[in-house]
């Protein structure tokens, strides 16, 4: 099981280690796509966590007893419908298939239940139609 | 028997051509025998949008009080650098052009988030640039440094001139190293990961008439969303290419260089491309006009995607250092079924071509044609054949 995440740390919790903690304890996966300290001080970290499901559920318990607002993520990435121009060079590059052709339509369509926002199609886009918006 | 151009224009005065794309053209003659076809069909439209880095703009300002001359000095639209070996207010903006502070791939690999391309994209949407002008001084000409803003229609010309567009057929890149490349083909994943072309195929202009018997200089088309021309042929043209029995190249063949009134062209169709870790370019929207004169131009013109092979390159090794090695053939069936065979492996694809907006193109070049608005031409001259012996030569560099 995987999960997309954006934690927000208060400003006492900023200098611990905690998602190094966690992921040794609960023998979880984790990729971090953006952390950024806003200058309150919270720290926020956009999170790809993946492992055992009753892991990942302890871990996600933990953080919240720890004072760790959390909120779940569908996608981070959109499509700017109007820049693209349905050349097809970031369907083969993405790897869950969350970029699609469409042949009714002969359309390039994204599918933002499927992005797990590794970026790969932002980088490969010519035309600038694919943004993260973070 | 066959048309000529003055009886297929006098029926376009008259309302009575018959214009399809070559998309309808391949369905007739897959239905019907080529001959019928040919007597019935007047006019095949193609079309293209890819990007074209070999594009860019001539502008002429116009004099600032006191004046200034821009030739010799240093020239800047938006931060993008425009070539000032010119007159006093004339410049070149070509497409790959990079401000000065980009990083390039410093910070491999480099976004190259704005550039010539887009300079060219902003001006023909009709939005404000900045002009920054540091040169010397003359008796004549004395003003120094120039800081304005201009937009298209207070320019005097605005001349987009390619000098090598519409490749006639184009490589299909592949990875065979064991790392992420970034290349003008796209982002390449390693050990045959994807597999990128860049043409519209069977809509495909140059494809459409292998020999160029209906293509040359002075022919009118659609360029930009505007009306253009065929300047000269391109530059690294090759019509010495080995081909297939039907006339279609093995690897890029014939180019054309374009010209035309960027005032009339539109942002649909001229689309400013970062390609990351390469560079910026132009995305260029071509259509051609065929004029169907006989059976033969016909046979050519129906040539389906099934027919129509393109080389498939490894970029990592081969493409760089000039190895002429070609890992297999495909045709442009099967690259848009979205996955091929290289080297054993199923390999999927991607195109850097939009055959969505080709197909726009050639629809809106059939209406125009149509409408009576757009009138074939016969070309002044015949570009170098075949027979010519010309051909596209590596530089060999000396001590």
């Known amino acids: 099981m995987e999960e997309k995440l954006v934690l927000h740390f208060p400003p006492t919790l900023i200098d611990k280690p905690i998602i190094s903690d966690l992921v040794r304890k609960y023998d979880l996966h984790f990729n971090i796509l953006k952390a950024y300290i806003t200058p309150e001080e919270e720290g926020n970290l956009v999170l790809e966590l993946k492992g055992e499901e009753k892991n990942l559920n302890s871990a996600i318990e933990e953080l919240k ?70 | 028997m066959g048309k000529t151009i003055a009886e297929i224009n006098e029926k376009i005065k008259n309302g009575k051509a018959v214009v399809v794309t070559a998309e309808e053209l391949i369905d007739m003659c897959k239905k019907q025998d080529v001959k019928k076809v040919a007597k019935e069909i007047d006019v095949v439209t193609t079309g293209t949008f890819g990007p074209m880095c070999s594009s860019g703009l001539f502008i002429n300002f116009g004099h600032s009080t006191p004046r200034i001359k821009m030739g010799g000095g240093k020239v800047y639209l938006n931060g993008v650098p425009a070539y000032a070996g010119l007159a006093a207010v004339d410049v070149y903006i070509g497409a790959s052009s990079l401000p000065d502070t980009d990083p390039r791939n410093t910070e491999y690999p480099g976004d190259f988030k704005y550039g010539g391309g887009h300079v060219i994209e902003d001006l023909v949407a009709g939005k404000e640039v900045k002009l920054e002008v540091i040169t010397y001084g003359t008796d004549c000409y004395p003003r120094k440094n120039l800081s304005t803003w201009i937009k298209l229609s207070d320019v005097n010309e605005a001349i987009l001139f390619n000098p090598r567009n519409c490749s006639q057929n184009y490589n299909v890149a592949v990875n065979l190293s064991k790392k992420t490349i970034y290349t003008y083909m796209g982002i390449l994943k390693p ?59 093995l690897s890029s063949g014939c180019t054309l260089a374009l010209i035309g009134d960027l005032k ?127 051909t596209f030569k590596s530089l060999r560099v000396r001590e």
């Open chain 2, 264 to 390: 009339q062209m539109k942002p649909e169709f001229l689309r400013g491309a970062s390609l990351t870790g390469y560079g910026v370019s132009l995305i260029v929207g071509i259509g051609i006009p065929i004029p169907i004169l006989n059976e033969e131009i016909c046979r050519w013109a129906a040539i389906p995607d099934e027919e129509i092979y393109a080389p498939v390159v490894d970029y990592s090794n081969d493409y760089p250092n000039c190895r002429d090695r070609v890992l297999g053939e495909v045709n442009y069936a099967q690259l848009k079924s979205g996955k091929i065979e290289v080297m054993g492996k199923e390999v999927p694809t991607g195109s850097l071509s939009s055959y969505k907006k080709a197909k726009e193109i050639a629809s809106i070049l059939k209406e125009w044609i149509l409408k009576g608005e757009f009138l074939l031409t016969e070309k002044i001259f015949d570009f170098p054949g075949p027979e010519s012996g010309y």
């Open chain 2, 191 to 249: 050990e045959l990961g994807n597999a990128n072309y860049c043409s519209a195929g069977q809509l495909s202009p140059l494809l459409k008439d292998p020999y160029l018997k209906t293509i040359g200089f002075g022919t009118r088309i659609f360029l930009g969303g505007g009306v253009g021309y065929v300047a000269w042929w391109g530059t690294q043209f090759n019509p010495c290419v080995k081909r297939r029995k039907n006339g279609i190249p």
């Open chain 1, 65 to 134: 007893n720890m004072g760790v607002k959390i909120q779940s993520i569908k996608s981070d990435v959109k499509m700017i419908e109007e820049r693209c121009i349905h050349c097809t060079v970031c369907i083969p590059l993405c790897p869950v298939g969350a970029i699609y052709f469409e042949k009714e339509t002969e359309s390039v369509k994204f599918n933002p239940e499927k992005c797990i926002a590794c970026g790969i199609c932002i980088k490969a886009c010519p035309t600038k139609a694919m943004v993260l918006t973070i």
